[in-house]
């Protein structure tokens, strides 16, 4: 694997080397040993898959709270998606930026998500599927979300949105009081 940092401290593009021969090849996805090298965590407490059935379906802005909080590695494997995370790490030497990838079934490129960076993806083509492997237990009390389109953070997306849930469409906008524990509804 490639391991590439990202402008987010912490964040990385995680490329394949594949081994190939008339068959096809072989790449290795995840080593818990790379990983550690990397400063990054051990994944996998739970393997999650999103399939989008239109482009321009978004699913995002989200995070989850300590003692809840979610590592993320997202790969696409079918079509294409733009993915993008936010650092809401307070005292983070790079706190609410921003940085957005394509992951592609072609490219087979994954982003290592951090704990306390909220995440989303627009969908580039149709019959889109996204896999993620996360450290943490999916835990309703301490899922948290920001609005896609806030204007504190002013996310960049690629083209326009068709699809959205309710919940997604009104998380909240950045709260600088309540920077990172904005409350519940």
């Known amino acids: 694997m490639k391991f590439t940092e990202t402008n987010c401290a912490g964040a990385w593009i995680i490329d394949l080397e594949p081994i190939g021969d008339d068959r096809g090849f072989f790449s290795r996805t995840f080593c818990r040993d790379e990983f550690r090298a990397h400063g990054m965590k051990d994944m996998t407490a739970q393997c999650n898959m999103s399939f989008n059935h239109k482009a321009g379906t978004l699913r995002g802005m989200h995070y989850q709270l300590p003692p809840a909080s979610e590592t993320k590695l997202v790969r696409c494997t079918r079509g294409a998606v733009y993915d993008q995370i936010v650092d809401l790490r307070p005292g983070s030497p790079t706190y609410l930026q921003s ?16 704990d306390l960076f909220a995440h989303g993806f627009l969908t580039l083509t149709d019959d889109a599927e996204v896999m993620y492997q996360v450290t943490e237990f999916y835990t309703p009390g301490f899922e948290r979300g920001i609005r896609y389109d806030d204007p504190t953070l002013g996310l960049d997306w690629p083209h326009d949105i068709n699809v959205i849930s309710d919940k997604d469409a009104n998380w909240p906008d950045f709260d600088p009081v309540y920077p990172l524990y904005p409350p519940a509804d």
């Open 99 to 114: 940085v957005g990838f394509e992951l592609t079934a072609d490219n087979r490129r994954a982003l290592y998500v951090p």
